[in-house]
């Protein structure tokens, strides 16, 4: 029996995803699946995790929608003609552990009536929030953990990515009661960092 999906979400866009992703990727040595992928199809997350993961033989499953335009997916999808039926939304095949990696935060909608959330809950798997340091961030990693527990999801950790602020982390911490773990701003990022840090890190 395969390990429980573990679903990678952030306080908002721009938060890191991409980067834990990667990392844990290769740390846990785990498939990665991108449902999805909403603009930049020629520099995709999927290609951007795979050219920073050493490891070759890791498992990346195709997205299921590929969208043109770097808009919320709802937004995206229409401009493209296309709806996001959720029921299309499977869970690729594998013994192995899988790391899905969300797009933008917990309340972006895929369509009319469905948001990300509701995409966790259907995939059943349990979450790692990564939130990132900034004026508004305690506000928006405290409700993101609230709407979790509220939806009965399992957050299993908490990784801030990018500049240390330890006040924010701090009292974060103390409200959520919950393992934190810290992931740098790295000047550069390749695959050999990825698998240093990676190795490195404890979970």
Known sequence: MSPRPIFITGIGTGVGKTIVSA???????????????????????????????????????????????????????ALDGIYIDPEKIILPETNNQLIIEGAGG???????????????????AEVILVSKNY????????????????????????IFSGAQDRDSETIISKHLQIETLHIPYFDVLNSDIVSSFAEKMTL
């Not at 369509?111 to 809950?121: A, G, V, W, Y």
């Open 135 to 158: 004026l508004g961030s305690i506000n928006h990693t405290l409700m993101s953990a609230g709407i979790l527990k509220g939806n009965d999801i399992k957050l299993s950790r908490l």
């Open 23 to 77: 990392i844990l990727v290769q740390k846990l040595q785990a498939d990665y699946w991108k449902p999805i992928q909403s603009g930049d199809l020629d520099n995709s997350d999927t290609a951007h995790v795979r050219s920073l993961v050493s490891n070759k033989t890791i498992t990346f499953h195709p997205e299921t929608y590929q969208l043109t335009q770097p808009f919320s997916p709802h937004k995206s999808a």
């Open 106 to 124: 917990l309340m972006v909608p895929l369509n009319e009536n469905f948001l990300m959330i509701d995409l966790i809950k259907k995939l059943d």
